[in-house]
């Protein structure tokens, strides 16, 4: 199999994943901004990882705050957070982008964070040349449908890089399940993070990292 289009997820493939600490943190803040200064810690939690316009809705309704005034702080305060984070060297690229540089592709990253975050990211790290398209989220609640494995935003990278035959390289199993979903191959990448992790779906690939994206695509 070929490939003319190669398409990355971002958190645990090109940059480092954000410690769960600072999102939750993010997250206070954001209830703070509405002055809840003693959110539930179940709520937090749902508000920091995996939210859905449901749970939005439930957790907002509960502190009588709207879920369309709220998302959009809460997506705002934690694209600042990571911004921080990229400054002060917490949140790094990994040390194998460079493979990329001279992969025969076109290519583009699609992510779950906020289409704020991947912006700075590649523009922090001046990587943006690298890349024919990038999406994140856009802040709203809406946008939570749309997150992988939903292939939405996949579909749209595609569509941007004239796309023949694509690659899509991930760190979760709803990258796997995205591509899929998106009728094209993936690659499972084992980061440290993922070296033990047993995987409940079949990517078309696994590989260890970046490196051996030239032995797929230029076989």
């Known amino acids: 199999m070929t490939y003319d289009t190669v398409v990355f997820d971002n958190d645990g493939v090109l940059v480092g994943r954000t410690r769960y600490d600072v999102l939750e943190a993010a997250t206070e803040d954001s209830f703070e901004k509405f002055d809840v200064t ?31 005034d709220f998302w959009p702080t ?21 040390d194998d982008l460079h493979e990329l540089q001279d992969l025969d592709v076109s290519m583009g990253i699609v992510s779950s964070n906020q289409q704020a975050t991947v912006d700075f990211a590649l523009e922090h790290f001046g990587v943006d040349d690298l890349f024919g398209t990038a999406y994140g989220r856009e802040p709203t609640v809406e946008s939570l449908d749309r997150r992988k494995p939903n292939s939405h935003y996949v579909d749209r990278a595609l569509a941007d890089l004239d796309a023949d035959s694509a690659l899509f390289v991930g760190d979760n199993e709803s990258d796997v ?13 084992r980061r440290p993070h993922r070296r033990d992790w047993e995987l409940n779906v079949w990517p078309t690939w696994e590989i260890e990292e970046l490196a051996d994206l030239h032995d797929i695509v230029d076989a």
């Open 38 to 68: 003693d959110p539930d810690p179940g709520d937090v939690e749902e508000m920091t990882i995996g939210a859905t316009p449901k749970t939005v809705g439930d957790v907002c309704s509960r502190y009588g705050i709207s879920p369309h």
């Open 74 to 94: 809460r997506d705002r305060t934690l694209a600042e957070a990571q911004y921080e984070e990229m400054r002060a060297g917490r949140k790094t690229l990994y």
């Open 177 to 189: 399940r995205a591509a899929e979903n998106a009728g094209i191959d993936s690659a499972f990448i």
